[in-house]
């Protein structure tokens, strides 16, 4: 049951973020990969973004995976694609909780005739909880600005 509050919680704050961020810009879509589901994206200045998905992670049997990172992207470095880099928290709820920190490294896309932008990510990462241990994660996506 906590599991469910925690998750509906979390995907609230998610549904209401376009509200709050709509001025700055705010992309919904989908990530595949580890984990796979829903991403968000909502963009601070034109440098900096708070990115996020409520996914499932299909390496513990489908728990439901939740994460946040404040990214910054280099607009100067390819001509194709930004270069995005930052750092940020997830929960893990599998039959333990997992809670640990992440460092994404990705590459994205934005097309000039279209709202929309396509991004792939590799996140190195460390979970506190219960044990400490790295992982590596990664996705390829697509999301819509509104």
Not at 88 to 96: C, E, P
Not at 103 to 110: A, F, R, S
């Amino acid at each position: 049951m906590k599991k469910i509050i925690l998750f509906t919680l979390v995907l609230f704050v998610f549904i209401a973020s376009p509200v709050i961020a709509r001025g700055e810009g705010f992309g919904l879509g989908i990530i595949l990969g580890e984990p796979t589901g829903l991403s968000g994206k909502v963009w601070m200045n034109s440098n900096a973004a708070v990115d996020m998905a409520a996914a499932w992670s299909f390496g513990d049997n489908g728990a439901v995976h939740l994460h946040g990172d404040y990214v910054f992207h280099n607009k100067n470095l390819l001509d194709f694609a930004f270069l995005y880099y930052g750092i940020g928290a997830k929960v893990k709820l599998a039959d333990d909780i997992q809670v640990g920190i992440r460092i994404p490294v990705g590459l994205v896309h934005t097309f000039q005739e279209a709202p929309l932008d396509v991004f792939f990510e590799i996140v190195p990462g460390l979970n506190l909880i219960p044990d400490t241990d790295f992982y590596v994660h990664g996705g390829l996506g697509i999301r819509y600005y509104f």
